[in-house]
């Protein structure tokens, strides 16, 4: 049984302080074939909201002790597919079309009609249905991906764990940088993802113990085109596109594929670069044992400027090594898989 649902009825919140208003859409929707619910203000209604999370909630703008703006974004918080219809009256329409800005389907105005009603309702539905289809087909393709990066890394022992690694690094430069929360999702996806193209070019260059050819490095340096030829079909992967592109440039403009040099590196691509050299100097290669953090840190710091975004190196570093002294090694034994949360 989906959330919101019981047997075959579809509940609803109905959330105004105007009783012979909440009563008459209670009986109607009721009578049509949905579960409703009724609350006398906004507080009420919130609470009966965290019991049951609701898949659509008609609510008046003008409430007491929370009104209509607060509780649709409480609404949104707890469950952002939870469509949000607003009632209001011709005072108040520009209240109800901020609403729509912050999230809800759509706004009907006192005095209305029954039928008016239905049919928004009916709308509202529809709309949360093609956004869960949505979503569905969109965690499907993550874990295409995800299946993907794990084939390709098992392929080598050396590089296991490495796309997680590297998520986790680029995701501590990111809280420091103080992201919003879809830059975040969006750094977090092209860590995950930024060495996929990686899977069409062959084990005998990926796992070659010893200096690689001229020839065998340019196709090594096709992965990150191959990677956004991999995700470009996917739209919900459009903001990590630049990053899975670009996190082999150097500031400096000396890297791959473009040439980029200094802030038209994107962003993200520039924390990736630097979470992708730590992780690859501390760890075991085919052709060299790992290095310690030190070793990695020195680089970094020897590099920047030239490979890597002098202030982001700056940041990485003081990261690693606390004002108490000493390191600060990421601890990747017990560390999460970074997949949660990565939907847009």
């Given at each position: ?28 929707l ?9 609350a ?31 509780l ?9 597919e ?13 209240g ?83 992201q ?19 899977i ?6 990926l ?10 490095f ?20 459009k ?23 200094g ?33 990695a840190?020195?680089?970094?710091e ?43």
């Amino acid at each position: 049984m989906k959330a919101g649902e019981r047997g075959s009825r579809v509940e609803i919140l109905v959330a105004d302080d105007e009783s012979s208003i909440a009563e008459s859409l209670r009986a109607f929707l009721d009578g049509i074939g949905y579960l409703v619910s009724t609350a006398a203000d906004g507080r009420e209604a919130l609470a009966i909201f965290r019991k049951r999370l609701m898949p659509l909630v008609i609510s008046d703008i003008n409430m007491p002790l929370l009104g209509g703006h607060e509780l649709l974004r409480e609404i949104k918080s707890l469950a952002p597919e939870t469509e949000v219809i607003i009632v209001t009256g011709f005072a108040t329409v520009d209240g109800a079309v901020k609403a729509i800005k912050d999230g809800a389907y759509d706004y009907i105005i006192k005095p209305f009609r029954i039928a008016t009603i239905q049919h928004t309702v009916e709308k509202a539905l529809n709309h949360r249905a093609l956004i869960l289809e949505n979503l569905r087909l969109q965690e499907n393709s993550l874990n295409v991906l995800r299946t993907m990066v794990n084939v390709l890394e098992q392929r080598d022992s050396y590089t296991a764990g490495h796309s997680r690694r590297v998520t986790e690094i680029a995701m501590a430069i990111s809280a420091r940088l103080d992201q919003s929360e879809e830059e975040a999702k969006t750094l977090r996806l092209a860590g995950m993802i930024h060495d996929v193209g990686k899977i069409g070019i062959e084990d005998t260059i990926l796992r070659k113990p010893g200096r690689l050819t001229d020839e065998e490095f340019a196709m090594i340096r096709t992965h990150p085109e191959r990677g956004v030829q991999i995700i470009e079909p996917l739209d919900f992967l459009k903001g990590a596109l630049p990053i899975v592109r670009h996190h082999h440039e150097c500031f400096d403009g000396t890297g791959y594929p473009l040439g980029l040099k200094g802030e038209a590196i994107p962003l993200g691509a520039r924390i990736v670069a630097i979470a992708d050299t730590y992780d690859a100097i501390t760890s075991s290669r085919a052709y060299r044992r790992a290095r310690g953090q030190e070793a990695a840190l020195s680089e970094i710091e020897r590099c920047s400027g030239t490979q890597f975004d002098p202030e982001l190196a700056a940041l990485f570093i003081q990261i690693c090594r606390p004002p108490g002294g000493g390191c600060a090694p990421f601890n990747f034994e017990d560390a999460e898989q970074p997949d949660a949360a990565l939907l847009p």
